[in-house]
């Protein structure tokens, strides 16, 4: 034994070390003992091999409502927390890895929710851990998301109202703007200004509606962005002209600008850019009264496939006060409220654009000093467009039926340019390729090269006229079956049965208005096949409407005087228009018979321009076709489109006299 | 073997002239419910001993008579020689073993010790 060797000091010093540890030993153990009795947490540890509770805390038996270990073991036999416990045991738990869980227990009469937290000392073969009341945290945090469910619910009940209530009251606002439109064109001047009053307070309140929907949308995620292919200096462009009428009544410049580098045509949702763009630019105008307004579009970088587009807008107005100027993005908050009451609006607009851009991934971003104007900017990515946007893209939200087109490659045959520009115009918004010939040659050259899904045919035209174009066209194989629509002045009934005759498909009277134009497309584009059923239905359908639907294009009077500024002038000049338009139609029946052409068409064309001032649309629709003959006379036969104007000019006078109000 | 329960209540002379290792010892049987008196020398010992303590724990080595002539007293004497008596001793021989022993003690420790061999001879004594 190496106690052996020790000598007796030795001992004696070795002794006075053992009883030192010793001493620091139980004062550690003591100190131990002070911290495991007085914890807040309930403390234990549990012999392995026997399954019983060795120590616990006050805490804990507090903690069970237990006064002794003996009705520890038994609550922890009865909850089977021994059991779990038993997971310490198994290879994952080794170390200093700790088992954590969640148990119900029934503590006296109430149930409680107890989280055990525990590891193994495998050395010492016991279990030792803390147990935690967990009842009140849980319930609170059930509370708590109880609570954001019912707010969740409650908004989305609110979103869900406002979209229904919003379009329950675009309903009958429809009725109202529809009703006062057809009383603005009664006639009567204060009535028609009334009206338009009405309409201009019904834009407002539809405004408003469709900003409310527009937020209650954003916030049920209701709002999905589409990505079809548009043109954006077209867009941009649109855009800024229909402001150009108030821009010009407040005197303000607009200055627009886009960068050169930006591609043509990008995927994106035309209506929600062209909806922030309108915001931010309406606001400008509306809160600058002199100076100018700018819109800068650039390319800001080009990253992932995408053109990272910056838009500034940028005016002289009275600007943002700089404690305002983030609170502008929120919902329903103006600068000021007296800019509530000057200006009017809902204060949504800016905070519907923040949304937006955010949704389109992009940021927006606004500088103002007091005063000296206002620079709103976003950047949004869009896409480039892979597929070379041969079609424009749809882009106003209007009446439905109205909306859609399928897309079409179409042959507009049209020597007038007028007229040209009038059908390309309506037919812009929609998926349509159109090319136009100026004559019936130039037409049957460009069907013979190109495959077209319906022609839209003037019938008077010089060198070839329609109604030669569809016979030759009728009898080439791929002509038999193509939709042909030819178009006329409603003045030439005769027309009508001729365009019949030599197989055009339908009939269109001029001037061309935007709703029939898209019926008649929308009836033949829809049916595939131009079969002989849909044909007698059209004819049938043109010809019983005879000329009733245009005693509005004799003479468009209420709207003529109201241009004028005063029904008496309005009558003066429509009674010598009449009166100077029998004197032209007696020199050009001269002048025919003896073939001065020149003389002839001059006068024609005299004719026209005067029956257009007047807004008398049909008899300036025909003395145009009359004017166009006289051009180049060729041997045609002048006199039927001489006695459709003679025709028309006695129905204006007739309707004249019947309608004029003095 | 004695639990800690069956020694409360049970009184213990101890006796070592350093007073840090009779006190710590001391310490460790108060705490654990012993009545304790503590003496510094053989004198003191022979003193208290009318204290008549179930168990006595003595160093060998005091100034004064030694631990091991207050030993031969006390087991001379008919009153104080059934008291257990457990000797301490830094003197670890052989032949130092045994001359306690025939002093007439009942345990001999060599030192060092630690406190539970000490209370491991005490349950032993005062068990036999």
Known sequence: ?662 | MLSDDELKGKSVLIADDEEYIRRHIAKGLRSRGLTVYEAGSGDEVLDMVSEKPHAIIMDVQMPGQDGLEVARLLKEKEDTASIPLILLSARAQESDIELGYAMGADHYLAKPVTFSQILGALREAIHE
């Not at chain 1, 000093?369 to 869009?382: D, K, V």
């Open chain 1, 1 to 662: 034994m190496s106690e052996e060797f020790l000598g007796e000091s030795e001992r004696r010093l070795i002794q006075q070390e053992m009883f030192q540890l010793e001493d620091q030993k139980l004062a550690l153990e003591e100190q131990y003992q002070y911290l495991f009795e007085n914890a807040l947490a309930g403390l234990f540890r549990i012999d392995v091999k026997t399954s019983r509770v060795l120590t616990a805390n006050k805490e804990l038996l507090r903690t069970f409502g237990v006064e002794e270990l003996v009705e520890l073991d038994y609550l922890f036999h009865k909850y089977r927390i021994f059991e779990e416990l038993e997971e310490l045991k198994n290879d994952t738990y080794s170390g200093e890895e700790s088992l954590t869980f969640s148990s119900p227990l029934l503590i006296g009469k109430e149930e409680r929710m107890i989280r055990f937290s525990a590891r193994y000392k495998v050395e010492y073969q016991v279990i030792e851990g803390a147990a935690r009341d967990i009842t009140s945290l849980v319930s609170a945090e059930k509370r708590m998301l109880e609570a954001i469910r019912e707010a969740e619910q409650a908004n989305h009940a609110k979103s869900l109202f406002l979209a229904n209530m919003s379009h329950e009251i675009r309903t009958p606002l429809n009725g109202i703007v529809g009703f006062a439109e057809l009383i603005q064109q009664s006639g009567d001047k204060d009535i028609a200004l009334y009206a338009h009053n009405i309409l201009d307070e019904s834009d407002r309140l539809m405004t408003l509606i469709n900003q409310l929907l527009d937020i209650s949308k954003i916030e049920a995620n209701q709002i999905h962005l589409e990505a079809k292919p548009f043109y954006l200096s077209r867009l941009v462009r649109d855009q800024v002209n229909s402001f150009m009428p108030v821009l010009k009544g407040k005197m303000l410049d607009f200055r627009l600008s886009l960068d050169d580098r930006l591609t043509d045509c990008y995927l994106g949702d035309t209506f929600r850019l062209g909806q922030i763009l309108t915001n931010l630019i309406s606001n400008a105008v509306k809160f600058t009264h002199r100076g100018k307004i700018s819109l800068n579009i650039s390319l800001y970088e080009h990253k992932d496939n995408r053109d990272w587009i910056r838009f500034v807008i940028s005016d002289t107005g009275i600007g943002i006060p700089r404690e305002m100027q983030k609170r502008v993005f929120e919902k329903f908050v103006q600068a000021d409220n007296s800019i509530q009451r000057r200006f009017g609006g809902t204060g949504l607009g800016v905070a519907i654009c923040k949304e937006l851009v955010e949704l389109m991934g992009g940021q927006i971003a606004l500088t103002s000093r007091e005063g000296e104007g206002t620079e709103f900017s976003f950047t949004i990515p869009l896409a480039i467009s892979q597929v070379q946007a041969e079609f424009p893209v749809d882009e106003a939200e209007e009446e439905a039926d109205l909306n859609n087109l399928p897309p079409a490659r179409i042959l507009l045959v049209e020597d007038y340019k007028i007229n040209q520009d009038v059908v390309l115009l309506h037919l812009e918004p929609f998926n349509m390729v159109i090319d136009v010939a100026e004559n019936g040659e130039e037409a049957i050259l460009l069907f013979t090269r190109n495959h077209y899904d319906l022609i839209i045919m003037d019938v008077h035209m010089p060198l070839l006229s329609g109604l030669e174009a569809t016979t030759q066209i009728r009898k080439m194989v791929r002509g038999k079956d193509i939709p042909i629509i030819g178009v006329s002045a409603s003045a030439f009934t005769a027309d009508r049965e001729a365009c019949r005759r030599v197989g055009m498909s339908d009939f269109l009277s001029k001037p061309i208005r935007r709703k029939k134009l898209i019926d008649h497309l929308y009836f033949w584009l829809s049916r595939k096949e131009n079969d002989s059923l849909s044909r007698s239905l059209a004819w049938e359908c043109r010809l019983q409407q005879g000329d009733g639907d245009s005693e509005e294009l004799i003479l468009r009077y209420g709207e003529f005087c109201e241009d004028i500024g005063s029904r008496e002038d309005g009558n003066m000049i429509i009674t010598g228009f009449i009166e100077s338009a029998r004197e032209l139609m007696e020199e050009i029946f001269r002048d025919v018979e003896l073939q001065k052409w020149e003389r002839s068409h001059r006068n024609a064309h005299s004719l026209k321009g005067g029956a257009l001032s007047i807004m008398a649309d049909e008899l300036s629709e025909a003395a145009r076709a009359l004017e166009a003959a006289l051009k180049e006379p060729d041997g045609r036969d002048i006199m039927p489109l001489y006695q459709n104007v003679s025709r028309s000019l006695e129905r204006l006078d007739g309707y004249f006299e019947k309608h004029r109000i003095s």
